[in-house]
Structures are given as structure tokens and as C-alpha cells.
């Protein structure tokens, strides 16, 4: 890895609590932030195959990412601001995740879950009640166009998870 690693400890140690979100070539991990020892050892083994990887939690997310496995990594990181000093656009929005209910099962590591398409993905966390109503929170930051002034969506990330009727 070729970032600062200064730098980069310097903006994850901001997030005391949250989640990393994890894409290699062959699979996505979601663990919880800090990383467990055992964790740690299994994305340092993973490392080379890694793609993406966010640390977030409800305020901020830093962002490693990479085209393809040769090239270089590159990062950001987003912090939201306080309601007083934001001047940032943003909404938030809340995605069901792709779970076949009847497949889901508790493991050590939280709930693992498996897609209507056959994939399967841990989610750190613990629910009893129906785990369809798990949603994903993502927070999209609006940019303006200088010609013509419409909105898009310049930049997102991964905010937490719900269920259905939290907000």
C-alpha cells in the first residue's frame, strides 16, 4: 500500500466505533470496528485481493479504493459536520438488503445471511425479530452543476444498519 500511513491512522482513528466493509475479488466481509485480532490476521492475508475497503459509522467513513489490483490505491475521507456549521448537502437513504429470511442463520461473528441469488455475507450484528427488515443506511452528498445547476449525487457512503421502523 502506498498511502500515507500516517494519514491514514490519523482518520481512522477517528472512528472509535463502527463497521469496515470489505470487497475482495472473491467475497465481501462486514466486520465490526476495532477489528478483532483474528480479524485483522484474516484481512492481512486477504489483503492482496482487496478491491474496497470502508471503515464507518454514523458521522464519518474513510474510503481505500482501487481499479483494479495493480493500481494504486486511492482514499478520502468524509466527516459530517454539526447541524450548525454544515453546509454540506446530503440525504440519507435506507436500502433493503438482498436476504432470503428462510436461509439466515447466528453464528459467532453476528447473522449470516444468504442472497435470493446464493451469496453469503455475516452481518456483525444481532437481531431476533424478521431479518428482512435489516436495511442499510447510505448518505449521499449532492453536487451542483456549474452550467446548468442541477443536483447529482457526487459522492456517497455507508452510514449503518436498521431495521425496519428505526429512523
Known amino acids: 500500500m502506498n498511502l500515507d500511513e500516517i ?7 477517528k472512528i472509535n466505533k463502527g ?26 492475508q486477504s489483503f492482496q485481493k482487496m478491491m474496497e475497503c470502508r471503515i464507518f ?5 474513510y474510503r481505500i479504493i482501487r481499479s483494479t489490483i495493480k493500481r494504486e490505491w486511492k482514499s478520502r475521507f468524509i ?21 432470503d429470511s428462510t436461509r439466515t442463520k447466528a453464528t459467532e461473528e453476528g447473522l449470516q445471511f444468504t442472497t435470493t441469488g446464493g ?6 450484528i444481532t437481531y431476533s425479530k ?9 448518505r449521499n452528498y449532492i453536487g451542483y452543476y456549474e452550467e446548468t445547476g442541477q443536483a447529482y449525487v457526487r459522492d456517497w457512503r455507508i452510514c449503518g444498519f436498521e431495521t425496519v421502523g428505526e429512523v
Do not use: H
Not at 470489505?22 to 483474528?38: G, N
Not at 451469496?119 to 456483525?124: E, K, N
Open 79 to 99: 466527516e459530517d459536520q454539526t447541524a450548525e456549521e454544515d453546509t454540506e448537502q446530503y440525504y440519507t437513504e435506507r436500502q433493503y438488503l438482498d436476504i
Open 19 to 44: 463497521y469496515l466493509y470489505a470487497a475482495f475479488t472473491d467475497k465481501i466481509c462486514i466486520l465490526k470496528w476495532p477489528l478483532s485480532i483474528q480479524d485483522e490476521e484474516m484481512l492481512e
Open 7 to 13: 494519514k491514514i491512522k490519523t482518520e481512522v482513528r
Open 57 to 61: 459509522n454514523e458521522q464519518m467513513e
Open 130 to 138: 424478521k431479518p428482512s427488515d435489516i436495511k442499510i443506511k447510505i
Open 119 to 124: 451469496g453469503r455475507f455475516i452481518l456483525p
